[in-house]
């Protein structure tokens, strides 16, 4: 399903692309979809829109982003990287607790860690969250694919770095429930380098990383994942 090249993950992911882009194409080859096809991004950000990688060539791509001034950014990114878009491309301001409309797929990357972050909320939130997102928001036969971030074995020398000092929901496989597939996928792979160190030393040092995860991986896969990647599946059958 689409462009799969390094280049073009690390171009749309905007961290640890390929660690991420790993259980993310796998479980996007599961999905049976029509030959035209409308996709939902929620919360896109200025360095990652990873709906760029799996537009329909006939169909339409909705790239939404909150808060407002987050619109110019995302819509400036998304031009830098025309190459990748395939169909028609929109860029909107959307809310994830207020979505619109009604899509084929739609596509979350690390945002319900965010929304429902410790001491705000409950695992049960977000199970009713994902509920209402596919009955309101997929058409029959559409699917919800969320890409999490896991908490792994190092957590408990990582929680006062990063996203994790403003208590972030970091993910265990075991947390998503009624799921029609599942990929998962790292361990080191656990914090951004390139948003830290920029470009040129980030994009190495993760695909270093990443090469550790994927020789541990094929010995042995972790049951404390880096990555999560999850979709679910509109009951309803395509007409």
Same mark, same amino acid.
């Given at each position: 399903m689409r462009n799969r090249s390094r280049a073009s993950l690390n171009?749309?992911?905007?961290?640890?692309a390929q660690a991420w882009g790993r259980p993310f194409l796998r479980a996007l080859d599961s999905l049976e979809l029509p030959e035209s096809y409308k996709v939902l991004e929620v919360g896109a950000g200025p360095r990652s829109a990873i709906s760029l990688l799996i537009g329909s060539p006939t169909?339409?791509?909705?790239?939404?982003?909150?808060?407002?001034?987050?619109v110019p950014l995302v819509n400036s990114f998304v031009e830098q990287h025309s190459e990748l878009v395939a169909g028609t491309?929109?860029?909107?301001?959307?809310?994830? &607790?207020?979505? %619109?409309?009604?899509?084929?797929?739609?596509?979350?990357? $690390? =945002?319900?860690?965010? *929304?429902?972050?410790?001491?705000?909320?409950?695992a049960?939130?977000?199970?009713?969250?994902?509920k209402k997102v596919i009955q309101r928001n997929l058409v029959p036969g559409g699917f919800l694919v969320t890409l999490d971030n896991g908490a792994t074995s190092l957590e408990n020398k990582?929680?006062?770095?990063?996203?994790?000092?403003?208590?972030?929901?970091?993910?265990s496989p075991e947390d998503f429930h009624d &799921?029609?597939? %599942?990929?998962?996928?790292?361990?080191?792979?656990?914090? $951004? =380098?390139?948003?830290? *160190?920029?470009?040129?030393?980030?994009?190495?040092?993760?695909?270093?990383?990443?090469?550790?995860?994927?020789v541990r991986w094929a010995i042995k896969p972790s049951k404390h994942p880096s990555v999560i990647v999850t979709i679910f599946k509109s009951s309803t059958p395509r007409v």
């Open positions: 171009a749309v992911f905007g961290w640890n169909g339409i791509t909705t790239i939404s982003t909150y808060p407002e001034h987050q491309v929109e860029v909107i301001l959307m809310s994830a &607790f207020d979505l %619109q409309g009604k899509y084929d797929i739609i596509v979350m990357k $690390s =945002v319900l860690g965010g *929304l429902f972050r410790i001491g705000n909320s409950q049960k939130d977000v199970d009713e969250f994902c990582l929680h006062r770095f990063g996203a994790r000092r403003n208590r972030w929901r970091f993910f &799921f029609y597939a %599942q990929e998962c996928f790292g361990w080191l792979s656990a914090f $951004s =380098v390139r948003t830290r *160190l920029g470009d040129r030393i980030g994009v190495p040092f993760e695909s270093f990383l990443y090469q550790i995860d994927k």
